[in-house]
């Protein structure tokens, strides 16, 4: 994996200032960012499946719905 030097500059200081080493932040960095990923995902069907629809369906629902309400 390459980063900026910029980029790179940040995540060890970020590390250093968690006590971890810039490796250590990266996995957990992505592990917390996928593991929210997938609660959100789980959450969405479960909504889906309670309101007898689709992920997309409800997602299209939530578009129609919040563009509608912005009509003056």
């Known amino acids: 994996m390459t980063f900026t030097p910029a ?6 200081e970020h590390a250093a200032a968690l ?3 810039a490796d250590a ?3 957990r960095t992505a592990v917390d960012r996928a593991l ?3 609660r959100e995902q789980d959450a969405f ?3 889906a499946q309670r309101r007898g629809c689709t992920v ?3 997602i299209q629902r939530g578009v129609l719905t919040d ?4 009509r003056q």
């Open 45 to 47: 069907h479960a909504i």
């Open 67 to 70: 563009s509608s309400s912005n």
């Open 56 to 58: 997309e369906e409800l």
């Open 19 to 21: 006590g971890l080493s």
């Open 36 to 38: 929210a990923w997938k």
């Open 25 to 27: 932040y990266i996995h």
């Open 7 to 12: 980029q790179h500059e940040a995540i060890v």
